[in-house]
């Protein structure tokens, strides 16, 4: 279960309020780099955890902070937002630059909620859930934290650039900072459980003699002038799991082309056309081999 | 630009057509799992690349070998749903085993296609675009992509459990060594970039110096006991960036409870208690102030 | 900011895992009617709300808790998930009620979590934020709390009756208590502003002379025989603000038939025939009229 | 079955058309506030209606009548884009406030209709039918018809206040009006029921000694102080539903930390660590206890 | 503007209620090729309709039809639910084939409405209004109407062969008869504008000197074996809009590997690997060719 | 399977860089008019093909050949970003042209991307894959690709007469013109299939005995006086299958009023009130009958 602070984590001041900048920080509340996504995603996965408890726990901890980390975005909106302009009549008419302002703004932060923030990206589209990756594999729900955290710290970093506002810039600092330790803190994740060589591949308890392993460290070109793959460290050496030599080719066509069989008439629904041409094509094929 | 072959990169053939798992396997087309996905996170990636062009060649070469992937998947599809069960009738009155069968399948497998894979994940979602990562940063996109590679496996290895169709077994264990390399294959990019202690923290190129580094490989805990938060490899030692050293400690409160402007009457929308308790609330103290 | 205590508000128990209910208890964790819902919900209205401040730490309270309720269900999920069927093969084949559970059962709670709980509802479809309603006016948000809180109890009470075992039974007993709580507490708080009566029309702080009033207080039929609409509370009587009567009858006309002006080459895209039509019978019409 | 009549409910005129204002327009048509919305709710409430038919019958003649809204919202949309730009090139190089017009626009209206509505809200956004709230409990539907009646007039009046187009202004008037009366419709079921108390808790079909009813009628707070929660109308006093006394405190945990079953090898998928990891540790309690 | 008369079109009766079929009917009320869909596309292709006036009107008329179908279909549903199972235990323990008609249902048709329809496709995904084609061309708009018709009819012929039950084998028998017509209808209305061939290329008021019309009448093969592409119709004779003949012949690269500009530091987020990788190899060049 | 070739179909210039226009590409690439859904649309309507083969293979060649075309879009997309404002602090305060060029940016070309196109529409809003319609029948299909690319054709003209840079210009001509001659080979296809007339209705395999003929032909109007139904090529003369006439009229109810049953208590959730002046008003009745 869970407590609340009515205190922020973190200072969130805003000098001079940006509503153009009120939308911009959306993409970092809801937008697949964001805050709700990461929250709900460590959430997920230490509430289906089924041990060892010590990674369940950690993973409580930072949903439990990342929620404060919506929260502080959310304060941040509502603050960029006093003040702004709200009627069109007055702006187009007498300022081009405040006229455009109207015009930058995400007008659901008007119509919708009276100032305050939604929970959408940067161009209104609404969080969706599927965005929280919980398999039941710890590795590979590490990697997916490390990722969410990488384009979580890119996007902070871009929105940094993008504002000169002294508080933003200070509260920013400080998501990228956590973003910081986040990225790392699931890399460690993995070294605990041993490291990246022994976590491949992912999932590492399915018995590799059951797959098609001459397949299993080749890269595979697809030019169509069937030449050499692309090079580099994945084409040739050690594989990244220790067990292996990479190796590559072009990609070559061990299947045959699919053959599915007519339409089912009791299904309905295809043409007449389709089964009688079908049919009368069978029929050439089985008067051709009698 | 591409080009076609009509045979299938690797056989695909089932011997006993069930209708049941070819609603299964639906999640290895369009979930988020799956090869809609990385085909087309791949691309992405590929068509924004700017530079160096060697892993804009990589990402090219694996995301046309994925399209060949989802071609297979949807045969598959199509040969598990021969001879499917498709009128109620029949079904439920003379046969509960069969009648199951029919109530285990996705009935838009026969509404919407007559018997055919369809751009949806095992419960008839539509496969949405926007997990399709590509960022402009090749570190967050390789995690990206070991991400989708690795959950990709995991569901890969389930989907092989839970069939006993010899053909399919033997066309996942392909798709399985494909994952194992193409897993491989992102943290070998990772590698030749320089390795991953060298990646981090993503993006490496924002100054560090313009973040809150105190916070920046601290970890957290946010018990209400206050107590220690969960020990591990990423509370002490080294940081996976080999730039400091982890510490741990409970979550302090730094910032003040946020204190927004009452509501904009020009903006409309709020209720007249809100405003004049808010107002009264400001006379209060400013009489005390006084 | 947040904090979390590792034990569960209230117990639970499972005493006969059942895969096919933890399907159905995903509508209380990721349906429209769910614990995701009301919990963001809370959460928004709390971090956008401009005063008085006792309302937004009412609503953070209740946020907070609702945040522990999902965790009751994700727990809840997988308890019920032990042991469930996961390969077609055996369960088809040997026994029609177990191979019904596997049909009736959610794939991606196998395929994707490992038997864990996914942020979607009952169908598998992902719960989008949009339905986090926060409109900045605290009457409105109050009467979204109490609808989301009435049908998140008539769901809770469907799941009741459609399980016997006798720990889901004590849990959902509680979830339902607390929407008893729930639905109350935000009716209240209309009453703490003021009462029902007072609050409409909402938003109060609109100056009605600026409406057409002659529209707001008539229940309008719309039968195509023109009788007289459906009579109740509605159509005669005191209106619930207070302010009029209650009136009724049939829904006229007031406005013509609209007249779009024809398609504009410049943006392109018309037929020539819709153009060169309109512009005849534009000609027709005016040499009439001259 | 369904009639239409060409004319228009009222009439809908637009002195100076506004590109910027067809934008914001969108959200009453296709927004989660808007006409679409409360047509397909209140039809789709009446369609699956159990009785009494007197309720079914009222929600016919208002989704009928909201059928006619969203064609008026239609034609003003279509009306305020008549003359609009389209042209980048133009707008840019010549005229600041014209060219951020065009920013200002919703491009798919230029691109997608050639200059008509979109079923979408102000960003874009499509309209989701899963807003569309019928639950089969009356007095959970009419809170939340009341809701959407309240979300859209507090919308309407922030339009209202966009715009100083007198026909816009006359138009939105109109729409205010209807909303301050479906708003008091609603309500007014619910009295015509019985009223509000006797309707709590809804559903009030559920035996309430089968909820854990100590928890029925508490305010719990969760302030990580423990102190006392917010009070309010809600933390004492009568109920609501006039069955008990409000009562609060803090929120306390009555369950224990869950526990799930390890991961199941049969089901595939975890990391070899994860499973000999919590292996070890079972061991090592068992020895402890041996 | 819109009236209602209480008796459907057509009659809905159900002799033997199944609730399988139930769910299977939501894909006509709430699918892509269903009944709400070709409603709110006719109804928005009407709104925006600038003329010929008489198109309007007929869209018009049928989409004020296409409501009532919508209403029969969901009358259906609520009929054919009646009697339903609605207890796990019941059923699963006592029978097998009701414990699998459970689990053929849509669990929210029980949770989630007590037993009526959803605005949901058979998945239980919810209606996206983002299929409403409405492209202010009339031709490109009839042809989609063919395409929904087409679909729908598809799709009704499905479920007439699923059911045996009478009522719903006549209702069904009436709604592919609309089908029927209204395909028909869409095609006479591209015959009333000229016919089938003067309505290509669509839009035909683009002047075609402005294309690239080398590539214009060609059938482009993709085979990478450069062999003749499919030959059928399409690839020899005159072209559908009478204006040239069709050609065929292997696709070929116009254009030339893509390049794009290296990352930019001011946007920030790309490693410092890419942006230094990219320099050194601008520098290998420029001295190269210094 | 498939290859690709670095080179891009035709030449994609920009001269002048645009970012505003590198948004409105987006609705090409991403929208539903775009080349991601008429890429997939081909290839799940090939993959899915049960014959003959040559409309298989066809469509395999024009769905490869689509990819090619994002490639093209995606690279317009990057071009038109270099050198795009990046910072609200700079635009806004020295300049208002390029203010407000930043303000019709799509955000997320910045902030997700780093200047690259994304898989979304001109609005950000993802590709949802529900629009790849793939039913099975062939005429649906080639109707429906008629539709996409018709739809198609128009945006691409929009979008040409959006900019006057010669390279972009140059591009779109090129791909209206491959438009132009995709819409005709899916004509092309029905002509192959014996020409549309034969096509009709769709499916033509369903035995038309079996649909309520007397409405098959029948154009019904909805107006409420009850006059004619709107003139034109569908209300008389030879039906476009040649195997009726049509003929119109008014249209009638031949259903009744529905009457569900009243609500399950078992199923639980309705109100006590719906039950009871359910069961009141069948008393009443059957005392009158009595």
Redesign the interface.
């Known amino acids: 279960?869970?407590?609340?602070?009515?205190?922020?984590?973190?200072?969130?001041k805003v000098e001079k309020p940006?509503p153009?900048?009120a939308?911009?920080l959306q993409?970092a509340i809801?937008?697949?780099?964001g805050e709700?996504r990461v929250c709900?995603q460590y959430?997920?996965q230490a509430?289906?955890?089924?041990?060892?408890s010590?990674y369940r726990?950690?993973l409580?901890?930072?949903a439990?902070?990342e929620?404060?980390h919506?929260?502080?975005l959310?304060?941040a909106v509502?603050?960029n937002l006093?003040g702004a302009p709200?009627?069109?009549?007055e702006e187009?008419s007498s300022d081009?630059?405040n006229?455009?302002?109207?015009?930058?703004m995400?007008?659901?932060q008007?119509?919708?909620?009276?100032?305050?923030?939604?929970?959408?990206?940067?161009?209104?589209?609404?969080?969706?859930?599927?965005?929280?990756?919980?398999?039941?594999?710890?590795?590979?729900d590490m990697?997916?934290n490390?990722?969410a955290?990488?384009?979580g710290?890119?996007?902070a970093?871009?929105?940094?650039?993008?504002?000169?506002d002294p508080g933003m810039k200070?509260m920013i600092?400080?998501l990228?900072?956590?973003?910081?330790?986040h990225?790392?803190?699931w890399?460690?994740?993995i070294?605990?459980?041993?490291g990246?060589e022994?976590?491949?591949?992912?999932?590492?308890?399915?018995p590799?003699e059951?797959?098609?392993?001459?397949?299993?460290?080749?890269?595979?070109?697809?030019?169509?002038?069937r030449g050499e793959?692309?090079?580099?460290?994945?084409s040739s050496g050690k594989?990244?799991?220790g067990k292996a030599e990479?190796t590559s080719g072009p990609?070559?066509?061990?299947?045959?082309?699919?053959k599915?069989?007519?339409?089912?008439?009791?299904?309905?629904?295809?043409?007449?056309?389709?089964?009688s041409?079908?049919a009368q094509?069978a029929k050439i094929v089985k008067d051709a081999l009698s």
Chains 1, 2, 3, 4, 5, 6 share one sequence.
Not at 47 to 52: D, E, F, L, N, S
Not at 86 to 89: F, S, V
Not at 251 to 258: I, R, S, V
Request: aromatic share 10%; net charge negative.
């Open positions: 279960m869970y407590l609340h602070d009515k205190r922020l984590q973190y200072p969130v940006n153009v900048f939308k911009a993409q809801g937008g697949i780099e709700i709900l959430f997920f509430w289906g955890a089924r041990g060892p010590k726990d950690m409580l901890e930072t439990t902070e929620l404060g919506i929260e502080m959310a304060t509502a603050l006093e709200q009627a069109l009549q187009v081009p630059i006229g455009s302002v109207l015009n930058g995400d007008m659901r008007i119509l919708s909620t009276g100032l305050a923030a939604l929970p959408t990206d940067s161009n209104g589209v609404p969080f969706d859930t599927s965005h929280c990756y919980a398999s039941g594999n710890l590795a590979a990697f997916a490390v990722t955290e990488s384009t710290r890119v996007l970093t871009r929105l940094y650039n993008m504002t000169d200070d600092s400080f990228i900072a956590r973003d910081t330790m990225q790392q803190q890399m460690a994740a070294e605990d459980m041993g990246v022994k976590m491949f591949p992912i999932p590492n308890s399915f590799q059951q797959e098609a392993s001459e397949f299993s460290y080749k890269f595979m070109g697809t030019s169509a002038d793959p692309t090079q580099g460290r994945w594989s990244m799991d990479f990609m070559e066509a061990h299947g045959e082309e699919p599915l069989a007519p339409p089912d008439p009791m299904i309905g629904g295809a043409q007449k056309e389709q089964m041409m079908v094509g």
